[in-house]
């Protein structure tokens, strides 16, 4: 059993700067990925940057890269630091912890991470 929980949401204005956190406790086994997810209303859910945990391989979104950036402290802590934020990264942020792929590496998808954090929220304001 995997618990995760957010912190470090809140409102800014656009090109502003948030870090989010994960704590994470429990069994270090089931995490072989971590990775934050977001929501907007009325919009799916969808992947932001993804970490394998043995190696700190990162992937990210077309739609975030340069200008956000995964990375863990190899506790039990990851992170999320976002620059240059705009209007269009307004959405609830998630952290997900789940298994490597059969090809070892992070699923881009949320079917494939099996724990998952309450949610912290994002305002980016014009």
């Known amino acids: 059993q995997v618990v995760l929980v957010e912190s470090g949401g809140g409102s800014v204005q656009s090109g502003g700067s948030l870090r989010l956190s994960c704590a994470a406790s429990?069994?270090?086994?089931?995490?072989?990925?971590m990775a934050w997810f977001r929501q907007a209303p009325g919009n799916e859910r969808e992947g932001v940057a993804f970490?394998?945990?043995?190696?700190?391989?990162t992937n990210y979104a077309d739609s975030v890269k340069g200008r956000f950036t995964i990375s863990q402290d190899y506790t039990a802590n990851m992170f999320l630091q976002m620059n240059n934020l705009k209007p269009e990264d307004t959405a609830m942020y998630y952290c997900?912890?789940?298994?490597?792929?059969?090809?070892?590496?992070?699923?881009?998808?949320?079917?494939?991470?099996?724990?998952w954090g309450q949610g912290t929220r994002v305002t980016v304001s014009s």
């Open positions: 997900a912890a789940g298994p490597l792929r059969y090809n070892g590496l992070c699923a881009l998808s949320s079917g494939v991470y099996n724990y």
């Open positions: 429990g069994s270090t086994f089931s995490r072989g990925c």
């Open positions: 970490i394998r945990i043995a190696d700190d391989t």
